[in-house]
């Protein structure tokens, strides 16, 4: 909120962005908000009550419960087809879209690899194709890229027709139920289930494997990095060349507006959809522990307020969408399973880039992958397990540094070096040709590659390492070397 607003403003300010989230989404999902901002404010979420463990040799409900009814939905027909016997459940309705998602060819490709949807089906999912994205920086330039993130997919009708299918396969979906603990037992995992609503009794269910997909709402998703993210569908934005208009065949990657303001770089994300519609996010980088109550409100009302400074246009909003997405510096502990029965995937596991929070494209990517490990879990609980929720791309090594010093950026009279910062990297990105660029993008650089990028911004901005050490404590100073180390000795 601006300092020097009349008493009160801000309180009106967040009211009215409050108004704004109801009038397009119902009180539905501006409960679903305010549930995600009140979970801020314990620091670190704690497991709910326990039930009793099961005794062994004890009879499961169910193969497999998933917690979560989000993306990880779409694990949910892959393990029915491989003869599970499965249930989902979510404290909201099951395959409810609270995020849309633009994605890239590898995705699209695992979505029709996948089986649970036709070819046909797939082409309708996709609603727009660009010919290339754009990353943008205040006071610095504009750097495209082809074959990232060029696909906007409709997440409403993936989710859908994600849940007709698991449906079909006999999954039980548990619409408006929340998992308040479990405990885990010699042969399978008691889970403390109950309808989210004040008071409910909870209910006892069983499985062989939980599979936590609750985000950054599980207990366990103890990544160190958090990305605020609000925005939405919207109408009513210019369209044509500029900055300040959109072009329905370009998305717009990353774009900053201003420098580091309230101790954040804000960026903006935007990428159409069907004729009309545009999709905007407004997000920051922060340490985990550095988000409160109340964050993605204010953010909305910051989005609301500086709409104007990104994009033209009498913008209306059509469909909110928001949340927190965990990430994972890669220069801490990982977010870690609380038994052999229980697998975190998604956002809760964090697995995804830590600088590009692609998490859609990560999970869709390993989705194959990732099925096949939680069957395989559920035949040999005790076996170490190896899916796309332990991978780990080569280059989240190098660049979970550079995302931590975007979660401190500095401030005050040096508010303009993040910028900065960001426009020397892109600038050499953008030189070193579109396959690098592009790589690093979709999580696909190389090591060599990576440290030569590293090795060409130090040469055009040779303050990088003092602003690196400076947000960086020594130890995880020395977990990026060795990190680095290690990924390009593999790679020899």
């Not at 999912?125 to 082809?146: F, K, N, S």
């Not at 590009?356 to 559920?378: I, K, M, P, S």
């Not at 190098?398 to 995302?403: E, N």
């Not at 910028?419 to 993008?441: K, P, R, S």
Request: glycine share 12%; net charge neutral.
């Amino acid at each position: 909120m601006s300092a020097g607003g009349a008493p009160g403003s801000a309180e009106r300010e967040l009211d009215a962005a409050r108004g704004r989230v109801r009038e397009a989404g119902g009180e539905a999902l501006l409960a679903r908000l305010e549930h995600l901002d009140a979970v801020r404010a314990a620091p670190a979420p704690r497991p709910g009550p326990s039930p009793r463990p099961p005794d062994r040799g004890a009879t499961a409900d169910y193969d497999v419960v998933v917690a979560g009814g989000g993306l990880s939905l779409l694990l949910a027909p892959l393990l029915a087809s491989a003869g599970l016997r499965v249930a989902v459940l979510d404290r909201a309705r099951i395959g409810a879209a609270h995020r849309e998602w633009n994605a890239g060819t590898a995705e699209v490709a695992a979505l029709s690899a996948s089986g649970i949807f036709t070819g046909g089906e797939i082409e309708r999912l996709v609603i727009a194709r660009y010919v290339e994205g754009l990353c943008r920086w205040h006071g610095g330039g504009t750097y495209p890229v082809r074959g990232v993130l060029d696909h906007a997919i409709d997440a409403g009708g993936l989710l859908a027709a994600a849940r007709a299918r698991a449906e079909a396969l006999g999954v039980t979906l548990l619409d408006g139920h929340a998992l308040l603990g479990h405990a885990e037992g010699p042969d399978a995992v008691a889970l403390a289930v109950a309808e989210a609503q004040p008071g409910a009794a909870p209910c006892a269910l069983s499985a062989r494997l939980l599979v936590d997909a609750r985000g950054a709402a599980s207990p366990y998703a103890t990544a160190d990095l958090l990305c605020p993210t609000v925005g939405g569908v919207l109408t009513g934005l210019s369209e044509g060349d500029g900055a300040r208009r959109i072009r329905p065949d370009v998305g717009e990657i990353l774009a900053t507006t201003e420098d580091v303001e309230e101790g954040r770089q804000h960026l903006w994300e935007a990428f159409p959809g069907r004729p009309g519609e545009t999709t905007v996010y407004l997000f920051y980088y922060a340490r985990s522990g550095d988000v409160g109550p109340g964050a993605l409100l204010s953010l909305y009302a910051r989005f609301f307020r500086l709409l104007s400074r990104y994009k033209e246009g009498d913008a209306r909003l059509v469909r909110p969408t928001f949340g927190f997405i965990p990430g994972w510096s890669r220069l801490s502990a990982a977010p870690r399973a609380p038994g052999r029965r229980v697998r975190l995937v998604g956002d809760a596991a964090a697995r995804h880039s830590p600088l590009t929070f692609c998490g859609f494209g990560a999970n869709v990517r390993e989705l194959a992958a990732t099925a096949a490990d939680l069957a395989r879990a559920v035949r040999e609980p005790g076996a170490r397990h190896t899916s796309a929720t332990a991978r780990d791309a080569p280059v989240h090594s190098g660049t979970g540094a550079l995302a931590a010093l975007m979660a401190k950026p500095p401030g005050g009279a040096r508010a303009g070096e993040m910028n900065a910062l960001l426009d020397t990297a892109f600038a050499v990105l953008h030189a070193m040709g579109n396959d690098a660029y592009a790589a690093l993008l979709r999580d696909e650089m190389q090591p060599a590659d990576f440290v030569r990028f590293l090795r060409e911004t130090a040469a055009r901005r040779p303050e990088v390492y003092r602003e690196v050490v400076s947000a960086l404590p020594l130890r995880a100073i020395g977990r990026w070397g060795a990190g680095l180390a290690r990924e390009l000795y593999r790679a020899r």
